[in-house]
């Protein structure tokens, strides 16, 4: 498998302007999560999927940001408009729930940088 | 989510033992005990994952004393490409439904000299 893919890579953008971050998760992983990295606050999750639906967004900062799951793969992360605060690495993980163990893979992530 | 607290760093040398303690006196009943890796500019990468006493794999050991408030991770013989950030992390692994919310703590920043 080729694993979490996400897109782009790393994305540099100016501020106000919307970007979108794509994430295709592990086939038959009915899980999928976005976290943001950035030094000064760590790991965060910003939001989950199960089946497609969303469970809780409760990391969400604000409502520039919104996540979609259309489909069992393909995700997609936005921020409209992005500030410079919102640069941060951006990874996407997906998971399923096997023999009573729920362990998360990892994307490699989206570097964005917001001027 | 029961909170865990880990040494911010540790430095070692090659071929040596680490082990990184974690503390969660909070730990509930379902709760596991899963600690990942991350190497610089990657995604956090599952290593091993134990409920009491001791697990072991092809990369690590964790040990997990009778009252479960903490667990330590066990690194034998690292090696340079051992240098990473070392996460525990808490959480009921049990649920029926998959999506086990997560929650990354600080982590622990291992160098590894030669």
């Known amino acids: 498998d080729a694993g979490v893919i996400q897109s782009p890579r790393h994305e540099v953008t100016e501020m106000g302007q919307e970007v979108t971050l794509r994430c295709k998760p592990i086939?038959?992983?009915?899980?999928l999560f976005w976290y943001r990295q950035t030094m000064m606050r760590g790991l965060e999750l910003l939001i989950y999927?199960?089946?497609?639906?969303?469970?809780?967004d409760s990391g969400m900062p604000e409502d520039r940001f919104s996540a979609k799951m259309p489909n069992a793969s393909f995700s997609t992360l936005k921020i409209q408009p992005s500030e410079p605060r919102d640069s941060a690495v951006y990874f996407c993980?997906?998971?399923?729930?096997?023999?009573?163990?729920?362990?998360?893979?990892f994307g490699p992530g989206t570097r964005l940088t917001v001027l | 989510l029961a909170k865990t607290t880990q040494p911010i760093s540790m430095d070692s040398y090659e071929g040596q033992e680490v082990n990184i303690t974690c503390s969660h006196n909070?730990?509930?009943?379902?709760?596991?005990i899963t600690w990942y890796q991350q190497f610089p500019s990657q995604g956090p990468r599952f290593i091993i994952q134990?409920?009491?006493t001791k697990v072991t794999n092809e990369v690590a050991s964790l040990f997990i004393p009778a009252d479960r408030k903490s667990s330590t991770l066990s690194l034998p013989r690292v090696s340079l490409s051992d240098t990473a950030v070392y996460y525990c992390?808490?959480?009921?692994?049990?649920?029926?439904?998959?999506?086990?919310?997560?929650?990354f703590g600080g982590g622990t920043r291992v160098l590894v000299k030669p």
């Open positions: 909070n730990i509930a009943t379902n709760d596991y």
């Open positions: 086939s038959g992983h009915n899980s």
């Open positions: 993980a997906s998971s399923v729930l096997a023999g009573g163990i729920d362990t998360q893979y």
């Open positions: 999927f199960n089946n497609n639906v969303p469970i809780d």
């Open positions: 992390l808490v959480g009921d692994e049990l649920i029926k439904a998959a999506g086990n919310k997560l929650t």
């Open positions: 134990g409920y009491k």
